[in-house]
């Protein structure tokens, strides 16, 4: 998985490097072939992934944070929110 936001292969929250899961930060069909072209994945393990109630598919700030980090990114590296939004649908700043 090549991943624009991180570094190196751990949960990104836990920094465990067992039962490691790659999370597409924008997911559904269309987004997720986005956060693929463009990096936006990062590796998380299982609990964190969608082992647990604390998980980012579960938990709506987990998963805004990590949706406004990786826009708050491309901002910064690849281009403008409009261009954001054009590609991910909405802005999540």
């Known amino acids: 998985m090549d991943s624009v936001l991180q570094q ?23 987004n997720r072939k986005q956060s693929e072209k463009y990096g ?6 299982n609990a964190h992934h969608t082992g647990s109630n604390d998980s980012v598919h579960r938990s709506i700030d987990r998963d805004m944070f990590f949706k406004r980090y990786a826009q708050a990114w491309f901002e ?17 700043l």
């Open 8 to 30: 190196n292969k751990e949960c990104w929250i836990c920094h465990t490097t067992q039962n490691l899961e790659s999370h597409h930060i924008f997911f559904g069909t269309a």
């Open 40 to 45: 936006m994945k990062i590796w998380l393990c």
């Open 76 to 92: 910064e590296h690849k281009g403008t929110r409009e261009e954001f939004r054009e590609i991910f649908g909405r802005s999540y």
